[in-house]
């Protein structure tokens, strides 16, 4: 049985360490990123109107504004949970086109819910639609990239996810701004539209732009060949990473994949690395692990051809992984900067700040900013050392913060607040 030739035999004049890559891998990512963008934008976009918005609908900021804010996470909470299991079944690209309808819809709900208690339960079934595609794109917008991109531009093309993540909050913060220290209003002719619906109703276009866009997409290679369709796979990997498919041979008879089947075959596909050296076409997830801070751990091939079951991750070996797996996003969500995401404006205004939502706007941008100093950072520092200052940083930050609230007010400067606001976001995107 004939082995599947290397990349390098396939294309001699294309190599990994180019810094030119086809514009559908280009176009392929800025679609995937649009669903974090829409992941950012739906975090922020009450920051800045949730006291208007709560006035429309017949409830209280403190309590109904609560609910239709924080409603949005345990839906997202809901999206992620299925969203491993969806992408598996249609794939990393249909679950990204049609995670596009979840955050449509969202959007339209609570752009149109009407004033009232009737509003309400409108705005909290938007609020729910749109957390089912935050939670969705949080999973799949990064096994996307993961599994499309060469191995040189993997980690970047990782990192602007978040960075969209980050833009989509800054662009919720400043579509506020009309309302910095005002009501406003759409005028149109004799009729006025509250301001914050038409802050939901722009979250219309990128779900709109990602629809289209990620329909002319490739699929992901790796799931192509995981579901068997090897041609496919290559064809899709010659459209985002520069092989001309032609020149590819006929791939028959290859029996069970790396991905699942438990039988292991003689033939093996091969994807060059960055150094030149091939390795077989497997789930990204080997790759990172291998490649890993943690050292050259391996796995063997019988735990790379099985497939995997929840029983695995209570299994002793891999404790410590699951640990740490766990608890540093539980961690990180717990030191609360959330509170910053969603209600950094009303702070501001209760610290007697001028301009609040300017102040959320700066913030915005520091968080754009931080995301930016870490990705520089990470390679360099290494991610451990990272973990530890930022998270050094962000206590001290929120313990100054907190004694702040026992001091007179006439001693509490609202800069002092925005400052240390500022300070708790870089360190936490650090």
Known sequence: MSAIPLESEIEPNMNETSTTYPFKLWFAATCAWLGSLQFGFHLGVLNTCLSYTSTDLGITEAKGGAVVTSVLLISAAVGGFFAGQVADAIGPRRALVWNTVPFFAGSLMSAIAPDGSTGFWAMLLGRFLAGLGVGTASLVVPRYLVEIAPTPIRGALGTFSQLFVCVGILIAFAIGLPYDGKEAFLDLGQHQIAWWRVMFAIGLAPATLQAIGMSTCPESPIWLEWKGNTEAAWR????????????????????????????????????????????????????VFSSSEAGSSHLDDEELSGEGEWSDLVQRRYRRMMVL?????LLQQASGINSITFYSSSVFTRAGLSSPIIGSIIVGCVNVVGTGVAAYLMDKTGRRPLLIASHAGMAISLISISLAKFLPRELLLPDCVLIKDFEYTFLFKT
């Open 325 to 329: 797996a766990v608890s540093l996003p």
């Open 236 to 287: 899709a990997k010659g459209q985002l990473q520069g092989q001309n498919p032609h020149a590819l041979p006929q791939v028959t008879n290859l029996g069970a994949t790396h991905f699942g089947d438990v039988e292991k075959q003689e033939t093996t596909t091969f994807v060059e690395e960055g150094d030149g050296a091939s390795v077989p076409l497997r789930g990204a997830a080997e790759e």
